[in-house]
């Protein structure tokens, strides 16, 4: 059987046999490593080793400016009910598609508490996908009590239940948050308020009801006599005005309506006028 040799590979071996024999410098080839290949890599020099950090570490370089004027290393504290909030930040480098969050809810106290947090009413969010670049996100606070989250990926419409794990820090996406009352003064009842009386026939009450603060979180009927009533629906922690209508049933006699409204802060009003 014929045996083939590369003259080539014979010439080179033989040369690189007398270079070693000589104490001459050889050069290495083969295959290198990305970094070794590209002096360590990064945006400037070649290949970037360097990995997306995972989580809410993707996110740098984080502050927040309240009403436009004041900026602040930290929510905590900081937010104010009524006032805007703008988050500043950066996505480190090697991420792309990072998705964050800046969210306020009405809340019906101060502070935070895990059994009570799916009271909490959204009220406003602002949400996007990123890439690292310097990026903000704006938000306002509600009046009276209020959470504020900023966070990685999308926002939770509605926390909890408690059982649940419907929170961004058990699912490890809280990056910064703030709870607080910050009106002036303590949270006010609800208001409760006759508004018209229509002679008809047939007759008809008009009550107005509202809280600018806290924000609604009931009407009930609580007296209803020779009557009927259309009681308005809303979504609890609604700062709007509704209204509440009663027909007397029998123009003869006096008919009573009796209403407890409450607020997100769980104060009580209740108004009972007769007509």
């Not at 900081?78 to 809340?107: H, P, W």
Request: aromatic share 8%; with cysteine; charged share 10%.
């Amino acid at each position: 059987m014929q045996r083939h040799h590369s003259r080539f590979g014979s010439r080179w071996t033989a040369r690189l046999l007398a270079m070693v024999l000589l104490g001459l410098p050889v050069l290495s080839v083969g295959l290198a490593s990305p970094a070794a290949a590209w002096g360590g890599g990064d945006y400037g020099g070649g290949y970037n080793t360097t990995p997306c950090p995972s989580g809410t570490a993707a996110v740098t370089n984080i502050s927040f400016v309240i009403n436009a004027t004041t900026r602040v290393v930290t929510l905590g504290g900081n937010a104010r009910s009524g006032l805007s909030v703008t988050a500043t930040f950066d996505i480190a480098k090697n991420c792309k598609n990072i998705q964050v969050s800046l969210a306020a809810y009405r809340a019906p106290s101060a502070t935070y508490d895990r059994n009570t947090a799916s009271q909490q009413v959204l009220f406003d969010s602002s949400t996007g996908t990123f890439s690292p670049v310097t990026h903000t996100l704006q938000i306002f606070v509600p009046a009276g009590c209020f959470q504020v989250d900023f966070v990685l990926g999308p926002v939770i419409t509605k926390l909890g239940p408690a059982n649940t794990s419907n929170f961004y820090g058990d699912q490890n996406r809280l990056i910064d948050h703030d709870n607080n009352c910050t009106n002036n003064g303590p949270p006010q009842a609800p208001e409760c308020v006759l508004t018209a009386v229509l002679d008809g026939p047939p007759k008809q009450l008009v009550v107005t009801v509202q809280d600018s603060t806290s924000g609604l979180k009931s009407i009930a009927v609580t007296t209803l006599t020779n009557a009927t009533v259309a009681v308005p629906t809303f979504t609890p922690g609604s700062a709007q005005s509704y209204v509440v209508v009663a027909t007397k049933i029998d123009p003869t006699q006096t008919a009573y309506l009796g209403l407890q409204v409450t607020n997100m802060a769980g104060l009580i009003t209740d108004c009972d006028p007769p007509f």
